[in-house]
């Protein structure tokens, strides 16, 4: 039975990810306990803490598989011509969608962010994961009916305004995902001492690892398995499900699972007077000079983070009659590499952070925005060559780790609990800004996939793509320099 035959495959490819997520498991639990000062976690919080961030963590991740799978199903949809005998979706044509979705992420946080201060983690994971669900449902509906039924007016309507159709859904789709990367700080701000939080920083490099992984490899097991359509009612069932378990298992803070409430030693402790309105608090955060420049180290991260992933595989398809790069094992096991990268660099970050650096961000992001400086620098000798493939995922190991240890770890530490949901709205409203300002910028100087009036594709020529590298390097230079100056940076 094939699909008995695809869900051994995707086993044989799950188990690299769930050894080296047992190692990890093994060294984390075998590390030196930080010292927490008066604070001190029974097994009991800790099984309950566990049994909090999971649930949670697992809907952030399936957040991603129902985010990504625009890009995977691009190459399908590209492969079928449209009434004017275009294909559907070209590299100019993704590039406008997930632009406009990573606009309305990115602008999202002005008001996710307060919204989540004020109504918890556990509200923003169910609006989040619901709303993206519906999102999924809609867009795999499209998808049905644009591949099913062509011949029909509707559907060659559908044909000719494909991405404008999916510029609408994916905008609406990204709204409700932005609501996960708050929700999962929010909670776990209240549940994670800050010298502890270097762990949960890659716990968070994991989460996200994870769900590239299930949004990648899954996904196109998906699209060869089923009709295209189910690369997006997949996803939108998960997070139903989740939905589910979330209401039923997530708590806010430790006080609502039964458990005492602790000070977390961040920019919140000792601050138990009235709430600040969220204009003030946005106020402190945009003069917050430490803020504000994670928040720039962050823009970065978000443009190298989906210049990386997003292009890399369609650099390699299009330039394969040249380069042979679509059979390689870097092409075929794209999800599960990224996903073992982006574990290895999560917790190569946090570890360091508590246990060398005293809970410093800093230095961390330095160090790996350095390798990603001279990643890239690389990458524009050797992206016509076979080594490209194993580089873009050491770089994807660097800035997998810097964006857990940022967004997911120093927006808990100098936004403190209380004001968390805006301090990572701003922070990872800027990842998206880079991810928004990298997909214009692509669009425009990437080679099209368009036949010329040669019929040649300039896609094709592995020389037209020299941009790809060359970008990469201005923004990991500044990026690098930002880190350096938040060094010795700590919350008070």
């Known amino acids: 039975m094939p699909v008995l035959a695809d869900l051994a495959v995707a086993f044989d490819k799950f188990k690299p990810i769930l050894i080296l997520l047992v190692v990890v498991a093994i060294v984390i639990a075998r590390l030196p306990k930080v010292d927490l000062g008066n604070v001190i976690?029974?097994?009991a919080f800790r099984r309950r803490r566990l049994m909090n961030w999971l649930p949670l963590g697992l809907t952030y991740s399936f957040l991603y598989m129902g985010r990504y799978n625009v890009k995977v199903s691009q190459h399908a949809f590209g492969d079928i011509l449209g009434p004017d005998g275009l294909p559907l979706m070209t590299n100019q044509g993704f590039a406008e969608i997930f632009f406009w979705g990573t606009l309305i992420y990115g602008a999202s946080f002005l008001v996710n962010g307060p919204l989540t201060d004020r109504l918890g983690g556990k509200f923003a994971i169910l609006i989040g994961a619901g709303g993206a669900a519906v999102a999924n449902l809609l867009m795999g509906l499209c998808t049905l009916w644009v591949v099913n039924d062509p011949g029909a007016e509707n559907g060659q309507w559908l044909a000719r305004?494909?991405?404008t159709v999916f510029s609408v859904l994916y905008a609406a789709n990204m709204y409700f995902q932005s609501f996960g990367a708050v929700a999962i700080v929010k909670c776990n701000a209240s549940w994670f001492h800050v010298r502890e939080r270097g762990v949960f920083g890659a716990i968070f490099g994991i989460l996200i690892s994870l769900g590239i992984y299930f949004a990648f490899d899954w996904g196109y097991m998906i699209k060869e398995a089923f009709d295209l359509q189910w690369l997006f009612f997949v996803p939108a069932i998960i997070l139903g499900a989740f939905w589910i378990l979330d209401v039923l298992v997530v708590r806010n803070t430790p006080g609502e699972a039964n458990h005492t409430d602790f000070d977390t030693a961040d920019a919140s402790s000792g601050d138990d007077g009235p709430a600040l309105s969220a204009v003030a608090v946005f106020q402190r955060m945009l003069t917050?000079?430490?803020?504000?420049?994670?928040?720039?180290?962050?823009?970065c991260s978000g443009f190298l983070r989906q210049a990386i992933m997003q292009w890399f595989r369609t650099f390699a398809k299009q330039t394969d009659d040249t380069l042979h790069l679509a059979g390689s094992f870097v092409y075929a096991n794209w999800g599960m590499l990224l996903c073992c990268a982006g574990i290895l660099g999560g917790v190569f970050a946090g570890t360091i952070s508590d246990h060398l650096f005293q809970s410093r961000r800093g230095p961390v992001a330095a160090v790996l925005y350095g390798l990603m400086l001279m990643s890239a620098v690389a990458l524009t000798f050797v992206f016509k060559t076979p080594a490209v493939g194993l580089l873009v995922v050491f770089m994807s190991m660097c800035v997998i780790g810097v964006?857990?240890?940022?967004?997911?770890?120093?927006?808990?530490?100098?936004?403190?609990?209380?004001?968390?949901?805006?301090a990572v709205g701003i922070i990872d409203g800027f990842v998206y800004a880079g991810t928004a300002c990298m997909s214009i910028l692509y669009g425009v100087i990437l080679p099209s996939d368009?036949?010329?009036?040669?019929?040649?594709k300039p896609a094709?020529?592995?020389a037209n793509?020299?941009?790809w590298p060359i970008s990469m390097i201005p923004v990991a230079l500044i990026g690098m320099l930002l880190a350096s100056r938040v060094w010795n940076a700590k919350p008070r």
């Open 288 to 299: 917050n000079p430490v803020i504000m420049t994670i928040a720039f180290i962050e823009f």
């Open 403 to 422: 964006h857990g240890m940022l967004s997911g770890t120093a927006s808990m530490d100098f936004g403190g609990r209380r004001n968390v949901g805006i």
């Open 460 to 462: 094709a020529d592995p």
């Open 465 to 467: 793509w020299i941009a």
């Open 450 to 456: 368009v036949a010329g009036a040669d019929g040649i």
């Open 161 to 163: 305004n494909l991405v």
């Open 41 to 43: 976690h029974s097994d």
